[in-house]
């Protein structure tokens, strides 16, 4: 009796397996997965286009825009195999919550690019192509246009002094009128003393030229510190 209990219940697994195998290619057949991923790596060639022309950082990364177009082929085809089938879902779930990244993100732009990606291709793998059209479209429209747009800030730079101890006063009280400032590094030796400030300004040469006017001062370099190239 255990024995055929033991079979029964092998064969009711393996019917369940069957039948949602059958379901499955019977919903995934070869050609929509073929549609799904050329989809899928349109998509991810426009939003690695729109990075490589919104970037405005120094040194762009060849490989984080085919990392975008490759998060994006990925997502598609797991989104279809999980489809509605609860099961799989949790343990791809499981499986994932696993993986542990250890690739820091640099810029927090980088991160929306990839939820981009991410979520582009859950778009298509669910088959939404209308709505995955529009989401990339639109996005790639805004982030377009958003480059064109710089918001008025104050720069940052590093003002690095060389000057005598004595002039330290004099220093400071200009210093004091501006009001983001943070000092980086100070270094006193037998010759002099160096100082290094952070600070944010609108101009760099009125600060310059009131460092270089007090007496005991050598030099004065000023030096942007902005992640943005040509700001």
Known sequence: MDNQGTLSAADVIRSSVLDT???QMSDMTPLSVVIALLAALLAGIVIAVVYRRAYRGVLY????????VMLTLITT????CIGSNIALSMGM??????????????????TAYMYWALTTGIVLGAGLYTIALV???GIAIIVLLLTFVKLPSANSYLLVLHYDEAATDAIQSVLSRVKNR????KTVTQNGAE????VRIGERQDIISQMLDI???????LVACQNEAGA
């Open 77 to 80: 085809p797991v989104v279809m």
């Open 61 to 68: 990364s060849p490989s984080f825009a085919i990392t975008l």
């Open 182 to 185: 943070r000092l980086r590094s």
């Open 21 to 23: 195998l059958a379901v």
């Open 93 to 110: 779930v499981g499986a994932l919550s696993i993986v542990r990244f250890r690739t820091a993100v640099k810029d927090p732009m980088d």
């Open 195 to 198: 100082m290094t400030v952070e």
């Open 215 to 221: 007496d005991g001062v050598y030099d004065a370099t």
């Open 135 to 137: 989401v990339v479209l």
